[in-house]
């Protein structure tokens, strides 16, 4: 790891990412509880999703037959509707990604006079976010830790996760590209000091030296 200071006038924006089960819920309730402002883009697109959301009605429209009986995506159907139509789903990105840049727009507005601020989004390389980003932290685990965490789910079968993994960055890829990396199956109390070093050396606070 190496110390990345913070830009003039304005946050240090840090990208948060990592593949399904490596424990990314988790490391960003530890940044907001040491009160970093968080953008989950996961909740972003929810919220959008919703009745009455700024993308339902044009997903509805472009899509029919995807909407709940609230108006809100019932988004069992728009999967079926988008499945293996890789033409449905360039449409539906078009729908969907300028509204959610305009959401992380507005949080980066919102929270303009913060030292550190962090982008919470699933897929930050393979969608090209990690551009809008000073650097990226990318949380990891040994594949049989990331496999047992998945499979625990409810509902979660080995087809459903080989579907999931088949649409991220590898891990290894992700962690070449990372800032700085997290191994979450250390522990809690590991994940937490490894959190600490990160926003002492974003916000200047004190320098970051190679703890492994």
């Given at each position: ?19 399904i ?5 988790a490391?960003?309730a ?12 996961d ?11 700024a ?7 472009a899509?029919?037959?995807?909407l709940?009986?609230?108006?809100g995506?019932?988004?069992?159907r728009l999967?079926d509707?988008?499945?293996d ?10 729908i969907?990604?300028p509204?959610?840049?305009?959401v992380?727009?507005d949080?980066?507005?919102r ?11 699933p897929l ?8 809008r ?8 685990a ?9 499979l625990?789910?409810?509902g ?18 992700k ?11 250390r522990?809690f109390?590991?994940?937490?000091a ?10 200047g ?8």
């Amino acid at each position: 790891m190496s110390a990345h200071p913070r830009p003039e006038g304005r946050p240090f924006v840090l990208g948060l990412t990592g593949s399904i089960g490596m424990g990314k819920s988790a490391t960003a309730a530890m940044f907001a509880a040491r009160g970093v402002p968080v953008h989950d883009a996961d909740a972003a697109v929810h919220r959008l999703y919703g009745p009455g959301g700024a993308a339902a009605a044009a997903i509805g429209a472009a899509f029919p037959g995807t909407l709940g009986p609230e108006g809100g995506v019932d988004r069992a159907r728009l999967r079926d509707a988008v499945l293996d139509q890789p033409d449905a789903l360039a449409r539906l990105e078009a729908i969907v990604h300028p509204l959610v840049g305009a959401v992380a727009r507005d949080f980066l507005a919102r929270h303009a006079d913060a030292p550190l601020v962090l982008l919470d989004i699933p897929l930050l390389y393979e969608t090209g976010g990690e551009s809008r980003c000073d650097a990226v932290l990318v949380v990891t685990a040994p594949p049989e830790v990331q496999r047992a965490r998945v499979l625990a789910r409810p509902g979660m079968t080995e087809a459903a996760f080989a579907a999931i993994l088949a649409k991220q960055m590898p891990d290894p890829e992700k962690r070449n590209l990372a800032d700085f990396i997290i191994d979450t199956s250390r522990g809690f109390t590991a994940a937490e000091a490894e959190v600490d070093r990160i926003v002492a050396a974003v916000t200047g606070a004190a320098p970051l030296t190679d703890g492994g």
